[in-house]
């Protein structure tokens, strides 16, 4: 998240940052189930920026997963060797 609020800063743009349950109380529970499981704690980042007299909307949205097993507590014995990658 260090990069996110740099990011914002370089740019004059304020990050809103929403972690941990607060993403399951915003509706975001599929980033919350997913990364519930980890030892750091899910995050969604959002960079907004209206500039005066703009005339039209754009999004972009990504997706960074810094470790992803598919859904931790589904692993069977087996798939446990991911969990230490």
């Known amino acids: 998240?260090?990069?996110i609020h740099a990011i914002g800063?370089?740019?004059n743009i304020i990050p809103t940052v929403i972690?941990?349950?607060?993403?399951?109380?915003?509706?975001?529970?599929g980033i919350y189930g997913v990364?519930?499981?980890?030892t750091v704690p899910p995050a969604l980042a959002?960079?907004?920026?209206?500039?005066a007299n703009a005339?039209?909307?754009?999004?972009?949205v990504g997706k960074g997963i810094v470790y992803d097993t598919?859904?931790?507590?589904l692993k069977g014995k087996?798939?446990?060797?991911f969990n230490f990658f």
């Open 1 to 3: 998240m260090k990069e």
């Open 9 to 11: 800063r370089a740019l």
């Open 19 to 29: 972690r941990g349950k607060e993403l399951a109380e915003k509706g975001f529970g």
């Open 35 to 38: 990364g519930k499981a980890a």
């Open 46 to 51: 959002v960079l907004s920026y209206t500039p």
């Open 55 to 60: 005339q039209t909307t754009v999004a972009w």
């Open 70 to 73: 598919g859904g931790l507590s």
């Open 78 to 81: 087996v798939m446990v060797i």
